[in-house]
T-cell receptor, first 112, second 117 residues
Framework: GDSVTQMEGPVTLSEEAFLTINCTYTATGYPSLFWYVQYPGEGLQLLLKATKADDKGSNKGFEATYRKETTSFHLEKGSVQVSDSAVYFC???????????FGAGTTVTVRA | DGGITQSPKYLFRKEGQNVTLSCEQNLNHDAMYWYRQDPGQGLRLIYYSQIVNDFQKGDIAEGYSVSREKKESFPLTVTSAQKNPTAFYLCASIKWVSEGEEDTEAFFGQGTRLTVV
């Protein structure tokens, strides 16, 4: 069935470094794709999403492009801050069984 | 302001007690979900409901129960049969795309941290 596979961490970076978290998907059609962020002790917040091929989602300096040819939805940020330290989840809504498929989550720590 | 509200934020349970976690949404979504998250782990589906008065077991339903009497509310009861209930519990609501609508929406609450004392 439809699913996502996410690069596992943890990832440790210095402030102002470039961040990439890889996410690839397997799907029979073209489902929407989401990135969620979870700050320590909090719930999941929708960071960005894309609904069709070649869409680019962006928010808070993060970007992800829905690439059909590589079945990918990698998350990128050009210059991270300490406040970006969190766990990031890639997700795909499966309309065949009405469930979300999540990646394993990537813990990102940004050091000053 | 639309959203999902979980309460309480922290909950302590004694051994052998049942406790109920609240989840309320005003997004007018039909579908609601409960997930469990253990430290350093991903999300595991406990129960979900597509419509009022109907719900289905997820991957780890044993020791939990739910009800869906109103569209806005999906409370989760952690029963004494749940052997290891200490965890972070997340509620979500989802609008599944229908023909003619743009895209699926999926939002989460802020979570309830349950600790057995």
């Amino acid at each position: 069935g439809d699913s996502v596979t996410q690069m596992e961490g943890p990832v440790t970076l210095s402030e102002e470094a470039f961040l990439t978290i890889n996410c690839t998907y397997t799907a029979t059609g073209y489902p929407s794709l989401f990135w969620y962020v979870q700050y320590p002790g909090e719930g999941l917040q929708l960071l960005l999403k894309a609904t069709k091929a070649d869409d680019k989602g962006s928010n808070k300096g993060f970007e992800a492009t829905y690439r059909k040819e590589t079945t990918s939805f990698h998350l990128e940020k050009g210059s991270v801050q300490v406040s970006d330290s969190a766990v990031y989840f890639c997700a795909l809504p499966r309309s065949n069984d009405y469930k979300l498929s999540f990646g394993a989550g990537t813990t990102v720590t940004v050091r000053a | 302001d639309g959203g999902i509200t979980q309460s309480p934020k922290y909950l302590f349970r004694k051994e052998g007690q049942n406790v109920t976690l609240s989840c309320e949404q005003n997004l007018n979504h039909d579908a609601m979900y409960w997930y469990r998250q253990d430290p350093g782990q991903g999300l595991r589906l406990i129960y979900y409901s597509q419509i009022v008065n109907d719900f289905q077991k997820g991957d780890i339903a044993e020791g939990y129960s739910v009800s869906r009497e109103k569209k806005e509310s999906f409370p989760l009861t952690v029963t004494s049969a749940q052997k290891n209930p200490t965890a972070f519990y997340l509620c979500a609501s989802i609008k599944w795309v229908s023909e003619g609508e743009e895209d699926t929406e999926a939002f989460f609450g802020q979570g309830t941290r349950l600790t057995v004392v």
